[in-house]
């Protein structure tokens, strides 16, 4: 087998960032959109398996509408538990290492403290619960060859996303009310992106041991306090924004008040993880303004 890696749901904002880190690296890769394939397909994933021949195969397929899976939940079924169990049996029988990307939504999202990988789930939208389905299908079919990787709050410079949406808000607006009752770890994609690599290499050299990871930034902060940090980097004045509660934008699937990711199984793995939220959005930020101004 050789040591090239696939990456499913290739248009999104993740995918293209790890399908430019692997590019870096000269790493050969193949990236599917859903045009492309249709990971809920056995037929058209065992040929894509057969044809790209890779030993990493990371999922980044997923449906993401969060408020739509409240009345579409077979639906998002089909794509984030059914999809994930199909890509698992291919692997199974190429031998291939399959990583998974899940989500915060799996939790109560009531916590105080930050939930370890093996915290129990119960996952309050239909959402979180079609992706645990995909978590379990994947740990199940490939218990040594099967990863988890939750992640949340993700933006980047490669699609739609709360920092682009709140640094083309801040040229409009004299003032933005920003939920203040949502805590979370804001995670740029460009960082996971290189977290997966280093996932997938260890995987492959039988030093990362397979199941739950989290790949969330380190520290924490609310969608207001995120926004403040935009605008002070905008140079812009962050009292222009004004913290309100989530009953301000009451929405059909309940988001978790609480999405702080604990990462202590990256140990295991010889691992670093991921940095402080602030470090790397100050990083990200001429890329991610330059995008949305463009």
Known sequence: MSGSWLV?????????????????????????????????????????????????????????????????????????GTG?????????????????ISTDYVFAGDGTRPYAEDAPVA????????????EQAVLSVLPERGYVVRTAWLYGAGGG?????????????????????????????????DLLVRLGTGALAGTAPAGVYHGTSAGATTWFGLTREIF????????????????????????PAYSVLGHDRWAAAGI??????????ADAFPAVVAAERS
């Not at 920003?178 to 804001?186: F, I, K, L, N, S």
């Not at 991921?274 to 470090?279: A, E, F, P, S, V």
């Open 8 to 80: 499913t749901g290739a248009g999104g904002m993740l995918a293209r960032d790890l399908l430019a880190r692997l590019a870096d690296d000269g790493t050969p890769a193949a990236g599917l959109d859903r045009a492309a394939l249709d990971i809920t397909d056995p037929g058209a994933v065992r040929g894509a398996l057969a044809e790209h021949r890779p030993a990493v195969v990371v999922n980044c397929a997923a449906w993401t509408a969060v408020d739509d899976a409240e009345s579409k939940e077979d639906q998002a079924l089909a794509v984030n």
């Open 84 to 100: 994930p169990r199909v890509l698992a049996e291919a692997c199974r029988e190429t031998g291939a290492v399959l990583l998974q």
């Open 123 to 134: 996952p309050r939208s239909a959402y979180g619960r079609t992706k645990l389905a995909g």
């Open 161 to 193: 996303n709360f920092v682009r949406t709140m640094v083309r808000l801040e040229g409009v607006k004299d003032t933005l009310d920003v939920v203040d009752d949502q805590r979370g770890q804001p995670t740029w994609t460009a960082d996971l992106a």
């Open 232 to 255: 002070r980097l905008l140079d812009a004045d962050p009292a222009r924004v004004l913290p309100t509660t989530s009953e301000a934008f009451v929405r059909p699937a309940p988001r």
């Open 272 to 281: 670093e993880p991921l940095r402080d939220w602030r470090l790397a959005l």
